[in-house]
């Protein structure tokens, strides 16, 4: 991600969304976000907290159970929101948002300007069509279909830490499957460089496969 607090490229990006007139108010708080593609606009690991609007490009926005399986919660385009939610709350442990080509936000910090933000009612209107709009679609949203051999992956990747899998046992009762499955599934990978063994019962994703184009681009 980039940053720019250019005013000339702020007030652009302004002038192209259809929210001008209510984001004008806001403006002091206001700067640009730039993202390449593949890149992760939003993940619920990220340490500062944004509120932007897509001003150009689009996003995919998946939901990452505990089995691996993905399920694909809305394409984001121009004058799409993201991060409202965590105006009021924390984002969703599971929820990303990756970036499907280069892409430009309008952005501003949610802490640094939170107290302006809840003052400002035409946002806050703003704000609650936008989640209206997201809680009718996430009642029809889908699993995005995937073979066992593909959520072994994205389990890994999302679920464990450092793409570590530990206990045979425990991982296969998340993923839905045998442990004797998920064993010849890890020999299969480990066969194609993909993962490592590490110790008993224990298997990484290897540097290689990271970086890799990622895994939610296969769905």
Do not use: W
Not at 103 to 117: K, M, T
Not at 147 to 173: D, I, N, W
């Amino acid at each position: 991600m980039k940053k720019s607090y250019d005013k000339a490229f702020i007030e652009t990006c302004l002038k192209q969304i259809k929210f001008e007139s209510v984001m004008d108010s806001l403006q002091k708080y206001l700067f640009v976000t730039q993202y390449q593609k593949m890149e992760f606009v939003t993940t619920p690991l990220q340490e500062e907290h944004l509120f932007q609007i897509i001003v150009q490009g689009t996003v995919s926005i998946y939901f990452i159970r505990d089995d691996g399986s993905v399920h694909s919660l809305a394409n984001g385009k121009e004058n799409y929101l993201l991060g409202d939610m965590e105006i009021f709350q924390h984002q969703p442990g599971n929820v990303y948002a990756q970036a499907n080509d280069d892409v430009i936000c309008l952005a501003l910090s949610i802490e640094a300007s939170r107290g302006a933000l809840l003052e400002n009612c035409r946002f806050l209107q703003l704000v609650c069509e936008s989640l209206t709009q997201k809680m009718e679609s996430i009642t029809t949203f889908d699993a995005a279909p995937a073979s066992l051999k593909q959520r072994v992956l994205t389990y890994m990747k999302y679920k464990c830490s450092k793409g570590e899998l530990k206990g045979l046992q425990q991982a296969a009762f998340r993923l839905n499957c045998s442990a004797r499955q998920l064993q010849r599934i890890l020999n299969q990978h480990e066969s194609d460089g993909i993962v490592m063994k590490t110790g008993k019962g224990t298997y990484k994703l290897t540097a290689a496969s990271l970086c890799k184009a990622d895994i939610l681009s296969k769905h």
